[in-house]
């Protein structure tokens, strides 16, 4: 019952991503907020992992969200699900490529899609910033912060945006942070 | 050319592309265009920028706008199964591990640790992704009301995607239409 929900759930997201990667983030975060399959904590650390693995990113977080629902059952569903949408478009799509090249259509559709998955990370940020930054998880930011995260928040942002290195690097340096800071 | 060869060809991709479907190019071009002489240059830049256009994930649509056309259905099925079986694979392993270890203080403060650095790279994508699509007025409506609806949980972000699509075709299929009659007066 559980997997055909996950199926169901992450089908949704395989069919209304678009533009990968970082896309499928905002689907996420409202399944945790809807199921109790995993919490916005662990979504994070979902989001740390996929960065530091190979492969698509909404892949390894289909995958990573549908183990701690269902154990490996649940992964291989999720991740199918989520395989199933692009297959099934791709191939009717190249058919009808080859009989009407104008696509011009799709790319004006695509024009609102782009502003729109912009806010949607946007507002996914917040919910990160708060959950990386509040003193007590339960209560967010509003409840006061750790003045340690802060502060090395305010250092990696700088880093992150002059430096173009992989994200791995910084999640590396990250994870010896709250190593030796205890955070 | 067998199905299996696909499989394993996208599976290679499939392990070396960290950070999802933009890092694919380089690597496809390197597999199917010099080293095999498969498919030509445009046909690849065509599939892969028709990709983007598509839902879901960018490797499995550029995979089967590549393969499909030349190869045939199953070759293009198995080659999407193929580059994602290795990412499955590997995050299934590091969630048992994790399982294991997650409420060790070391690896909770570690995570402590990586959640900041996440929430600067996130930040970091944010704000690549409202200089690529926010253009003018318009758009810059549809970044704020996605925003808004997201952020305060007023639609659920597959509505919020078909409005802004709706609304998207709406307002390029206007411009269309107007720039159309100022061309003809």
Known sequence: MICLLLFWEFFKIGLFTFGGGLAALPFLFDLSLRYGWFSQQELADMIAIAESTPGPLAINMATYAGYHTAGIPGSLVASLAMVLPPLTLSLLLCRLLRRYADTSWLERSFWGLRPAVAGLIAAVCCSLIDLALAADLESGLAGGADPLAVLLFILFLPAVFRLKKHPILFIAVGALCGMILQL | ?185
């Not at chain 2, 706008?65 to 199953?74: E, H, M, Q, T, V």
């Not at chain 2, 203080?105 to 930040?123: D, E, K, S, T, Y």
């Open chain 2, 1 to 185: 050319m067998k199905p299996w060869q696909f499989f394993l060809i996208f599976m290679r991709i499939g392990v070396s592309t960290f950070g999802g479907g933009y890092a694919m190019l380089p690597i496809l071009q390197h597999e199917l265009i010099d080293k095999r002489g498969w498919l030509q240059e445009d046909e690849l830049t065509e599939a892969y920028a028709l990709a983007q256009c598509e839902p879901g994930l960018i490797c499995v649509n550029t995979a089967v706008l590549l393969i499909r056309p030349r190869f045939g259905l199953l070759p293009a099925v198995v080659a999407s199964l193929g580059v994602v079986l290795p990412s499955v694979l590997i995050l299934i392993l590091i969630a048992a591990v994790l399982y294991r270890y997650a409420n060790l203080p070391l690896v909770q403060n570690a995570f402590a640790g990586i959640r900041v650095a996440v929430a600067a790279i996130v930040v970091h994508s944010a704000w690549r992704l409202l200089k690529n699509g926010v253009h003018d007025f318009a758009s810059g409506l549809l970044y704020a009301a996605a925003f808004l609806l997201l952020l305060f949980d007023l639609l659920n972000p597959v509505l919020i995607i078909i409005m802004a699509a709706v609304v998207g075709l709406l307002i390029q299929t206007l411009r269309a239409v107007r720039k159309g009659k100022a061309v003809r007066k």
